[in-house]
């Protein structure tokens, strides 16, 4: 399942005030292959996503996409070779647009990005409602909706732009624990229809079945990378094997 | 002397005669005063360097100082100092035009930073530009939280519109005056007068409510 590389990190540091948060990350993302991380809170999963995503300006380090520049420290000006929207993200706390309807959320950025004609880009929205399961909640707003179907809808509206990378920030925190199946289902089907994606999440299980690769962050640092059987089964690294039986032992699992 | 109501209720007309004056200075002075607040406002958020600076002066000079003064200095003070004679009606709705962007330059900036920054962060992942993203996202959620404060401010500017009366604008109190003047009783025309303006803001406070309570449902979640 591992294709050409599609993002590369290398060397990101990123501080707020006098603390680093983000101490010297190297990443490589294959296009088309599921990443999962995981880490304690602190140790700067959520940051490193944002920092892909532009939403946070770097101290070091670069990040590219497609051997394009996404962000440099150095190329400060010339950073901007990608498209905003050629990384798509969605958040732990939804962020869909309370006053529009779902179907406004969907079309507003690629009506005034793409340019997408109301008809073209209502047509799409329609068809991407439909496979996240959300036909029929098109004319409602957000705060009708249920958290699992906020996501859904904020899950479609980031494909509505059709990116080239997903970043998936905590997406099932925030939920119930009977809404979290229909989300992860959702990004299953995106990753076996070969979307790029990075995850971050505590859920082991969906780890362990769509993951290509998961990476174990703690202090802004990679610990660890490696399958999820050989991960989750063996880890190498000391603080990798501590987190791990926290986590799994705290659950009663395995 | 008695309170006699009856003998000025029939000259009720020559007080009407200054209303329309009186709501025209209120709406010139609320929507000259509102479109100066936001890059006021917007400059503060971002502080653009130097801009921000000249905004808060902007805005702290308009807010501790008192309306009357602009209007009496631009009355009289600007005509010796740069030969620049303006009307009566532009010094009103000027002077309460600066006072009301520095209210609502303060509102603004407070609805639009009342605003989750996930929504800006959603916004800018979609590629969605500054102007979309503030007009757009932002500015719409903001509005809800502005529309009480905001009312209050046009409420306030509809009764600062009294001050026209000081340099002799015909609106409602300046009618007042010579009202006062011409029926020696001065006790009755002023409650007219202060019966005129209640009326005149009421309609403005029920409608405030009514504004939140609609725009406010599109985000309860029920």
Same mark, same amino acid.
């Given at each position: 399942?591992?294709?050409?590389?599609?993002?590369?990190?290398?060397?990101?540091?990123?501080? %707020?005030?006098?603390?680093?948060?983000? &101490?010297?990350?190297?990443?490589?993302?294959?296009?088309?292959?599921?990443?999962?991380?995981?880490?304690?809170?602190?140790?700067?999963?959520?940051?490193?996503?944002?920092?892909?995503?532009?939403?946070?300006?770097?101290?070091?380090?670069?990040?590219?996409? &497609?051997?394009?520049?996404?962000?440099?420290?150095?190329?400060?000006?010339?950073?901007?070779?990608?498209?905003?929207?050629?990384?798509?993200?969605?958040?732990?706390?939804?962020?869909?647009?309370?006053?529009? =309807?779902?179907?406004?959320?969907? =079309?507003?950025?690629?009506?005034?990005?793409?340019?997408?004609?109301?008809?073209?880009?209502?047509?799409?929205?329609?068809?991407?409602?439909?496979?996240?399961?959300?036909?029929?909640?098109?004319?409602? %707003?957000?705060?009708?909706?249920?958290?699992?179907?906020?996501?859904?809808?904020?899950?479609?509206?980031?494909?509505?732009?059709?990116?080239?990378?997903?970043?998936?920030?905590?997406? =099932?925190?925030?939920?119930?624990?009977?809404?979290?199946?229909?989300?992860?289902?959702?990004?299953? =089907?995106?990753?076996?229809?070969?979307?790029?994606?990075?995850?971050?999440?505590?859920?082991?299980?969906?780890?362990?079945?769509?993951?290509?690769?998961?990476?174990?962050? &703690?202090?802004?640092?990679?610990?660890?990378?490696?399958?999820?059987?050989?991960?989750?089964?063996?880890?190498?690294?000391?603080?990798?094997?501590?987190?791990?039986?926290?986590?799994?032992?705290?659950?009663?699992?395995? | 002397?008695?309170?006699?109501?009856?003998?000025?209720?029939?000259?009720?007309?020559?007080?009407? #005669?200054?209303? !329309?004056?009186?709501?025209?200075?209120?709406?010139?002075?609320?929507?000259?005063?509102?479109? *100066?607040?936001?890059?006021?406002? $917007?400059?503060? #958020?971002?502080?653009? !360097?130097?801009?921000?600076?000249?905004?808060?002066?902007?805005?702290?000079?308009?807010?501790?100082?008192?309306?009357?003064?602009?209007?009496?200095?631009? /009355? /009289?003070?600007?005509?010796? $100092?740069?030969?620049?004679?303006?009307?009566?009606?532009?010094?009103?709705?000027?002077?309460?035009?600066?006072?009301?962007?520095?209210?609502?330059?303060?509102?603004?900036?407070?609805?639009?930073?009342?605003? !989750?920054?996930?929504?800006?962060?959603?916004?800018?992942?979609?590629?969605?530009?500054?102007?979309?993203?503030?007009?757009?996202?932002?500015?719409?959620?903001? *509005?809800?939280?502005? *529309?009480?404060?905001?009312?209050?401010?046009?409420?306030?500017?509809?009764?600062?519109?009294?001050?026209?009366?000081?340099?002799?604008?015909?609106?409602?109190?300046?009618?007042?005056?010579?009202?006062?003047?011409?029926?020696?009783?001065?006790?009755?025309?002023?409650?007219?007068?202060?019966? #005129? /303006?209640?009326?005149?803001?009421? !309609?403005?406070?029920?409608?405030?409510?009514?504004?939140?309570?609609?725009?406010?449902?599109?985000?309860?979640?029920?």
């Amino acid at each position: 399942m591992t294709g050409e590389l599609l993002l590369s990190v290398r060397q990101l540091v990123k501080r %707020y005030g006098s603390t680093t948060v983000l &101490d010297g990350v190297d990443l490589d993302v294959a296009a088309g292959s599921a990443l999962v991380i995981i880490g304690p809170s602190g140790s700067g999963k959520s940051t490193l996503l944002r920092c892909i995503a532009r939403l946070e300006p770097i101290a070091a380090g670069t990040i590219m996409l &497609d051997g394009k520049f996404v962000a440099s420290s150095e190329r400060v000006g010339q950073a901007q070779a990608v498209a905003a929207h050629d990384i798509g993200m969605v958040f732990q706390s939804f962020n869909l647009f309370p006053h529009l =309807t779902v179907l406004d959320n969907l =079309t507003l950025a690629p009506r005034r990005v793409l340019g997408l004609g109301r008809a073209e880009a209502e047509a799409r929205a329609r068809d991407l409602l439909a496979v996240v399961g959300l036909a029929e909640k098109a004319e409602a %707003y957000p705060a009708k909706l249920s958290g699992g179907q906020q996501q859904r809808a904020a899950i479609a509206r980031a494909l509505m732009m059709r990116p080239r990378l997903m970043l998936f920030d905590e997406v =099932t925190s925030a939920l119930d624990p009977e809404l979290v199946g229909e989300v992860l289902k959702v990004m299953r =089907t995106l990753s076996r229809e070969g979307m790029t994606m990075l995850v971050v999440t505590h859920e082991m299980g969906f780890a362990r079945d769509v993951a290509d690769d998961v990476v174990f962050m &703690d202090h802004g640092r990679v610990v660890e990378r490696g399958p999820p059987d050989q991960l989750f089964a063996a880890p190498q690294e000391p603080r990798t094997r501590a987190f791990l039986s926290r986590l799994l032992g705290r659950d009663g699992d395995e | 002397m008695e309170f006699r109501l009856d003998a000025v209720i029939g000259d009720l007309p020559s007080l009407l #005669i200054g209303v !329309p004056l009186t709501l025209a200075l209120t709406v010139a002075a609320f929507l000259i005063g509102t479109t *100066l607040a936001l890059p006021l406002a $917007l400059v503060r #958020i971002a502080r653009v !360097p130097v801009a921000s600076q000249v905004a808060l002066g902007w805005i702290e000079f308009f807010r501790t100082t008192p309306p009357l003064v602009h209007l009496v200095w631009a /009355y /009289y003070a600007l005509p010796v $100092l740069l030969d620049v004679r303006l009307s009566a009606f532009t010094v009103v709705a000027g002077a309460l035009a600066f006072s009301v962007s520095a209210q609502m330059a303060e509102i603004l900036r407070g609805g639009i930073l009342a605003v !989750p920054s996930g929504q800006t962060d959603a916004a800018r992942v979609l590629g969605l530009p500054a102007r979309s993203r503030l007009f757009e996202v932002v500015l719409p959620q903001a *509005l809800r939280l502005m *529309l009480a404060p905001g009312c209050n401010t046009l409420v306030t500017t509809l009764k600062q519109s009294s001050l026209a009366a000081v340099i002799a604008l015909p609106e409602l109190m300046n009618r007042g005056q010579i009202l006062s003047a011409e029926t020696f009783r001065p006790l009755e025309v002023l409650t007219l007068v202060a019966g #005129i /303006y209640l009326i005149l803001t009421y !309609p403005l406070v029920l409608l405030s409510a009514s504004l939140e309570r609609r725009s406010g449902a599109a985000f309860r979640i029920d």
